[in-house]
């Protein structure tokens, strides 16, 4: 019996270990999915299901489904405008898309497919998904679709400081490298 009891309180050990991991996780990679999360945690697939579904159903997480990625956050600490931002940064070509359209003013999509290179169809879609989620808005001048940042622009700005810093500081320091050029041109 006292052997069934140490191999009990072992295993609720290893729980607590790794639900404690998994929130840790979450603090520094809100929006994470669940593959993501199993190759950055080492966890076995069917083990952090189990935990994430536990974490949720005691209410210290919530997911949200969106397109084919379930997105993981911890519970209270995200209005749903923050958690649409996170979502738009977890990918990679959406966020260089976002940071672009922050960069210029209401960029058409010729503008940003040539910028980050990637086709008009990836584009039309990406912005799609960011209007979707309210994180930008798309308009019509004459033939051309342009595209601005929706007005909370310092959530967005927020975010790519605290979870993406070195795309942030490439990408502001390629800003004040542009002012500075301008600036000695006057």
């Known amino acids: 019996m006292i052997l069934g009891e140490s ?6 050990t290893d729980l607590k270990v790794n639900q404690t991991k998994i929130l840790q996780y979450l603090e520094r990679n809100p929006s994470s999915h669940l593959r993501k999360m199993k190759t950055d945690l080492g966890l076995a697939l069917g083990t ?5 579904h536990s974490l949720e159903k005691h209410g ?8 084919s990625f379930r997105y993981f956050f911890l519970v209270s600490k995200y209005s749903d405008y923050e958690k649409s931002v996170l979502k738009a940064l977890y990918h990679k070509n959406t ?13 058409t999509l010729k503008d940003i497919v040539k ?6 169809a990836s ?4 912005g799609d998904r960011l209007s979707n989620l309210g994180v930008i808005f798309e308009f019509r001048d004459g033939r051309y679709r342009r595209y601005q940042v929706s007005t909370n622009v310092d959530i967005v700005v927020r975010f790519l400081k605290d979870y ?6 490439t990408w502001s320091n390629k800003l004040v490298s542009r002012y500075l050029s301008l600036s000695s041109e006057v």
């Not at 191999?7 to 609720?12: F, M, Y």
């Not at 993406?164 to 500081?169: H, R």
């Open 123 to 126: 584009v039309r879609w990406h």
């Open 48 to 52: 952090l299901r189990y935990h994430l």
């Open 60 to 67: 210290k997480i919530s997911s949200e489904k969106n397109e």
């Open 7 to 12: 191999v009990s309180v072992l295993q609720k």
């Open 164 to 169: 993406y810093s070195d795309e942030w500081n």
């Open 95 to 107: 966020r260089k898309i976002l940071m672009f359209i922050m960069e210029r003013k209401n960029p």
């Open 115 to 120: 910028s980050i290179e990637i086709s008009y």
